[in-house]
T-cell receptor, first 114, second 112 residues
């Protein structure tokens, strides 16, 4: 049982480049999330998807786009990377509408924008 | 807007001590509260999940309590070990908006 899988694990981008972070879960969860974690700032929500076909902005959505490709996959795209987007990105999934399960996290993507 | 705080920010204890980590949240309209452990450079590992209707949950040497009305949760670690050294995060899932709000974490060091 893989849980939540993120790719890539590490990435270095030049300012202005684009990339897509991939996330897939195999727990049949409806809800998926993208967080970023920065020193001193904790985990902040970028975007979430409460169900297949829906996405909503979180606390820090600027500079990002997301796609809920199907129930399993939720991708995060940086169209024009900036040094301020250097961070560790975590994908998570849950069955939040029942409140019965907590959140399951991937291992993270360490992104450096130079 | 839900805000989650954790006290202390950092804690260093000798091996074998019992310790308590604190989490506070401002809005009691929550689905559940979850405690996570994060090792340096790693992802988040779920430790305990407390439903809004529950008062506590236990797993091994860990016990988490929830007082929803006062907006507080505690994580009790018994007989601490060096392997418990990590950052501990609490997160609340609230039933307006579909996401989890995290506290800043408590960095724990257990000295041999």
């Amino acid at each position: 049982n893989a849980g939540v899988t993120q790719t890539p694990k590490f990435q270095v981008l030049k300012t202005g480049q684009s990339m897509t972070l991939q996330c897939a879960q195999d727990m049949n969860h409806n809800s998926m999330y993208w967080y970023r974690q920065d020193p001193g700032m904790g985990l902040r929500l970028i975007y979430y998807s409460a169900s297949e076909g829906t996405t909503d902005k979180g606390e820090v959505p600027n500079g990002y786009n997301v796609s809920r490709l199907n129930k399993r996959e939720f991708s995060l795209r940086l169209e024009s990377a900036a040094p301020s987007q250097t961070s560790v990105y975590f994908c998570a999934s849950s069955e939040l509408d029942t409140g019965l399960e907590g959140a399951f996290f991937g291992q993270g993507t360490r992104l450096t924008v130079v | 807007k839900q805000e989650v705080t954790q006290i202390p920010a950092a804690l260093s204890v000798p091996e074998g001590e019992n310790l308590v980590l604190n989490c506070s949240f401002t809005d009691s309209a929550i689905y559940n509260l979850q405690w996570f452990r994060q090792d340096p450079g790693k992802g988040l590992t779920s430790l305990l999940l407390i439903q809004s209707s529950q008062r506590e949950q236990t797993s091994g040497r860990l016990n988490a309590s929830l007082d929803k009305s006062s907006g507080r949760s505690t994580l009790y670690i018994a007989a601490s070990q060096p392997g418990d050294s990590a950052t501990y995060l609490c997160a609340v899932a609230h039933n307006y908006g579909q996401n989890f709000v995290f506290g800043p974490g408590t960095r724990l060091s257990v000295l041999p």
